[in-house]
């Protein structure tokens, strides 16, 4: 960019304030747009710095920056992080008493405030419209602005009426921040929020420090538990089922089993869950299991993991969950299980729904594109992005990439169990379900089987030299590929659809995915855990020296006393990433700790002397 559009004291900030270096990617060309007056569309990945891109233009500009934000836990988050840095930010929202929304909106109109953060629901309220008229304001951010899309997995009504803010205050700048938007997505978020004109920054989706791993359902709960214990023990992590009952079960086995679980969902009363997200904050290694009302703002930085034992509606929502994980840079996983019942329900909650078929056309076909996700032969990566309209080459670190899988041509298998469908309806006047099926096939001589005479269809046995799970794993990609259909309103049988019949006639061959074995990478991974766990270190820097470790560790126990003592997430205090820069560079001096990317002037006034002094007692002490 052209660095003489950026306000000369734009960098001074991002120094003194917020302890960094240098911009990242197009951080300052939003920044010198936005802070000259203009509107702004931004996209870029979950951590890569979008608070930023208003929160500086707001630092430079005339009045106060006015935040909407869609969650309580969002705003207070960023509001304590601010507050942490010097800047004074407060947020108005239903978790305060009386007396104290008067001091803010008192404060405001002294002029003693940079930031304001405000719920979508209260911006336009007859007392905050009256508040905003007296206040100069230098812009309006709208963060997680896909909730304007009434085709995203996150929509909120409320969005639709911040388009009245572009008409009250047409030359007031305003931003839009997402870390997911599809091409359309984008288009619809500058319709709703008056945005035309704006610029739109487009920064890409890959996160390169999460890798992708999906597998087929056999024992989704033992294989978290797996998952857990030899990849991530002892680290954060949010586990996501679909089902509030699925959240407890899942939670108490891994509690059970020694893993710090606790369960989240909407059935518990906003106190309880209040407790239970503050606790997953605050402290580390807890694993939250939940349903998807967890998650939208949570700004934990050090979340090792997210996995699904239940598959998602659409890559939005798998993408927006799975980027929960790794926002501090380090590596971490997005793991998931599925099978042919996740199709299935899936399916059933589009068609049953009350939903325009307008709405239910587009939810199909962002299941479809989740299915192809689950099933590609091909980087999972590449898929993602492609999706979201960006072009990448393969990543090298997802499970495809690290072992591919085997693909072998199904027409044979494909025509062997379409075959066995219609024999079987043919044979008894009515349909059946995939274990019946897959029985017939495999020539298991079951107490169903024999009452029906399915001994006795052509296919019986014909399938004998593939595994059940292999023939589940068949009819799973058949019915992505809509070549059966699963009758919802009859028992969840096993119908043909019109584009069977090619493939029985072998008009049309098939190349399905045969899912490989462990990746040599995942095993070497499961390993690295385990060392990490037993030494103490999960969670910590992998780069770290024992003595670097030693310090690291204490870094984390003189931050989580701060944290305690001021009431706020660690994280808040310093990031984990910049307590390991520490560590390695043992600073000795003021002037060497202001070096430390994440350390402004403030928290270097702050805390300097009193992490020097654990710096030098813990090397003494190692010594």
């Known amino acids: 960019m052209d660095t003489a559009a950026l306000p000369p004291r734009a960098l001074d900030i991002l120094q003194s304030v917020f302890g960094y270096a240098a911009f990242r990617g197009q951080q300052a060309e939003v920044v010198a747009h936005v802070a000259g007056g203009g509107n702004a569309l931004v996209l870029m990945p979950t951590g890569g710095g979008k608070s930023l891109c208003f929160q500086i233009p707001a630092l430079l500009r005339q009045g106060i920056g006015i935040v909407v934000s869609p969650l309580i836990a969002l705003m207070q988050d960023q509001v304590a992080a601010l507050q942490e840095a010097g800047v004074r930010a407060e947020f108005l929202n239903s978790t305060l008493e009386w007396p104290a929304v008067q001091d803010i909106e008192k404060r405001a109109r002294a002029g003693e405030l940079d930031l304001l953060y405000l719920a979508p629901e209260r911006v336009l309220k007859e007392r905050t419209l009256e508040l905003l008229d007296s206040l100069p304001i230098a812009l309006f951010a709208f963060d997680e602005a896909h909730c304007v899309s009434q085709w995203g997995h996150d929509f909120r009504v409320e969005y639709l009426q911040l388009a009245q803010l572009a008409e009250r205050y047409p030359a007031v700048p305003r931003i839009a921040l997402t870390a997911t938007a599809t091409p359309a997505t984008r288009l619809e978020i500058i319709d709703r929020l008056r945005l035309t004109g704006a610029r739109t920054f487009l920064s890409g989706f890959d996160r390169p420090n999460i890798r992708y791993r999906i597998a087929s359902k056999e024992s989704p709960r033992k294989q978290l538990l797996r998952f857990i214990r030899e990849e991530h023990a002892g680290q954060s992590g949010i586990v996501y089922c679909l089902s509030r009952k699925s959240v407890e079960e899942t939670a108490d086995l891994l509690a059970e089993n020694g893993i710090d679980a606790i369960a989240y969902h909407a059935g518990f009363s906003a106190a309880e869950r209040e407790q239970r997200q503050d606790r997953f904050i605050d402290e580390d290694g807890v694993v939250m299991v939940a349903t998807i009302a967890f998650g939208m703002g949570i700004d934990k930085p050090d979340v090792r993991f997210v996995a699904h034992l239940d598959l998602p509606k659409s890559i939005e929502g798998y993408y927006q969950e799975t980027g929960r994980a790794g926002r501090d840079g380090l590596p971490a996983e997005a793991w998931m299980v599925y099978g042919l019942a996740d199709v299935v329900q899936q399916r059933r909650l589009i068609e049953q729904s009350d939903a325009a078929e307008s709405y239910k056309r587009v939810s199909n076909a962002k299941l ?66 995939a274990q019946q099926i897959i029985d017939v096939l495999r020539g298991e001589r079951t107490d169903k089987v024999v009452e029906r005479g399915h001994e006795a269809v052509s296919t019986f046995g014909m399938g004998a030299d593939m595994s059940e799970a292999q023939w589940r794993a068949v009819l799973r990609q058949l019915v992505m590929l809509r070549l059966v259909t699963v009758d919802h309103e009859h028992y969840n049988v096993l119908r043909l659809t019109e584009d069977s019949r090619a493939v029985l006639k072998g008009e049309r061959r098939l190349t399905l995915r045969q899912d490989a074995a462990p990746a040599a990478g995942a095993r070497r991974g499961r390993k690295a855990a385990r060392g990490a766990a037993a030494s103490g270190s999960a969670g910590g820097p992998a780069q770290l020296t024992p003595q670097q470790e030693v310090v690291f560790q204490a870094l984390r126990e003189w931050r989580r006393g701060i944290a305690k003592e001021h009431g706020v997430p660690a994280y808040t205090v310093l990031h984990d990433s910049s307590l390991a820069e520490i560590a390695q560079r043992m600073p000795d001096s003021q002037m060497a700790l202001g070096g430390v990317s994440g350390v402004g002037a403030t928290k270097l006034a702050r805390y300097g002397t009193a992490i020097i002094d654990v710096v030098r007692a813990t090397r003494q002490q190692a010594a």
């Not at 590449?382 to 085997?406: H, I, K, R, T, V």
């Open 368 to 433: 479809d594109a989740m299915l192809g996700l689950c099933e590609t032969v091909r980087c999972r990566r590449q898929y993602l992005l492609e999706y979201f309209d960006e072009q990448a080459g393969p990543c090298g670190n997802c499970d495809n990439c690290l072992s591919p899988p085997a693909q072998f041509d199904g027409t044979e298998a494909a025509q062997k169990l379409l075959s066995c469908i219609y024999r079987c309806e043919r044979a008894s006047g009515y349909s059946f379900g």
